[in-house]
């Protein structure tokens, strides 16, 4: 496709609860990137894909949260127990190349924890 | 480690006038810069980007900004304000030579008053 699409829009999960979300990337783009923001603001970075293969998860909370980029399949972000401070607006972006490309980001996915 | 500081959460101009918003970065290579903008339930629009080359650059919607070494900053500008730039403007850095991942800010709101 042309865009990211980013899937379901919104999600509530009572604490405790699994959340997975989903993204379509770009068509022949090979970079995916998983951000979180919180209030409005602070954009936090949690993972990114080189295809199929993590290519850095230094933004990722080691307990609770995966996530996985399978061949033929939209990519998934997938949170374990769910606590009311995941409630956030959760953007994947995609990008065609590594280096010096534009980023584009999917509409997000806002997941409330109740 | 890389950061970025945005002057000013919230700022407000006259529709027809200029529009700043500041931007400082730190960064211990040379930068890829990005302007984003955010309108309500929307994701990430790219506005511009400074890799290389020319340090000024201009953008969409009539927007440019200035990469400036020796101030570590990157400002965003607008000659004349309209009332369709009222969003939260975000400004980031690229950390890595290789994949792309964005530091990014904590925004500034930009409300245009009629």
């Known amino acids: 496709g042309e865009e990211v699409a980013q899937t379901p829009k919104h999600l509530v999960r009572g604490e405790g609860q699994k959340a997975k979300l989903y993204c379509a990337p770009i068509k022949g783009h090979s970079y995916v990137f998983w951000y979180q923001q919180v209030l409005k603001n602070e954009f936090k970075f949690l993972i990114s894909?080189?295809?199929?293969?993590?290519?850095?998860e230094t933004g990722m909370p080691k307990e609770r949260f995966s996530a996985k980029c399978l061949p033929n399949s939209p990519c998934s972000l997938e949170i374990q127990a769910t606590k009311l401070e995941d409630s956030a607006v959760y953007f994947c972006?995609?990008?065609?190349?590594?280096?010096?490309?534009?980023?584009?980001f999917g509409q997000g996915t806002r997941l409330t924890v109740v | 480690a890389q950061s970025v500081t945005q002057l000013g959460s919230h700022v407000s101009v006259s529709e027809g006038a200029l529009v700043l918003l500041r931007c400082n970065y730190s960064?211990?290579?040379?930068?890829?810069l990005f302007w984003y903008v955010q309108y309500p339930n929307q994701g990430l629009q790219l506005l511009l980007k400074y890799t290389t080359g020319a340090t000024l650059v201009k953008g969409i919607n009539g927007f440019e900004a200035e990469f400036k070494k020796s101030e570590t900053s990157f400002h965003l500008t607008k000659p004349s304000a309209h009332m369709s730039d009222a969003a939260e403007y975000f400004c980031?850095?690229?950390?890595?030579?290789?994949?792309?991942?964005?530091?990014f800010g904590q925004g500034t709101r930009l409300t245009i008053n009629p």
């Open positions: 894909f080189q295809n199929e293969n993590v290519f850095d």
């Open positions: 972006a995609s990008s065609q190349f590594s280096l010096n490309t534009e980023a584009f």
């Open positions: 960064s211990s290579v040379p930068p890829y």
């Open positions: 980031a850095v690229s950390v890595s030579a290789g994949a792309q991942k964005l530091v």
